[in-house]
């Protein structure tokens, strides 16, 4: 069993559906597990602390969730063109996983949310990318071959999967925007399935 880890910060709620599609998509590759991780909001007091389970939702990853997984897919919102300081806070703890290659030859994706069609998006896809690279991951994108990606008019990128959640957050995944998510899974499934014990 592939166990591919969707790991994300979702401030509103849009990442964390996009998320659950991303998942769905891994679980549609025949032995394949998808494993859905959060992270804690980064506070501005000093004193205060996350309990280790959050009261709701996903359960917080930890650097070992980068060890254990097969592939992973990362996910977060547009902090003026870049990655939530949760999601980068995270991969900054992350230095004797990187020193053990834990994600070395993995397959690797991103996805996001902005609140608007020029919010952001490719932007913050490529910057989710830097961590995964210098840990030695295999990137994996969406082609625009028997994808929705040539005709979408809300999210979805070569470089992953998106959403337009609209100013106020309240705009729901449009059906493209679900199927890219949906597809993007599949290719990371995939792709952990075609290089389970290669060495690259």
Partial sequence: MAR??????????????LATHIATGVESVHHCEAVLRTVPPVSTVCEAVETEIPDRGDLYATPRDLETCDGIALGSPTRFGTVASPLKYFFDQTTPQWLNGALNGKPAAVFTSTGSMHGGQESTLLS?????????????????????????????????????????????????????????????????????????
């Fill in 4 to 17: 591919i880890l969707v790991l994300y910060y979702s401030r509103h709620g849009s990442v964390a559906t």
């Fill in 128 to 200: 989710m990318m830097l961590p995964l690279i210098h840990h030695g991951s295999v990137i994996v994108g969406v082609p625009f071959a028997r994808s929705p990606l040539g005709r979408t008019r809300s999210g979805g990128t070569p470089y992953g999967a998106s959403h337009v959640a609209g100013s106020d957050g309240a705009n729901p995944i449009t059906g493209d925007e679900k199927n890219i998510a949906e597809l993007l899974g599949r290719r990371v499934a995939k792709c952990a399935a075609a290089l389970s014990g290669s060495a690259l």
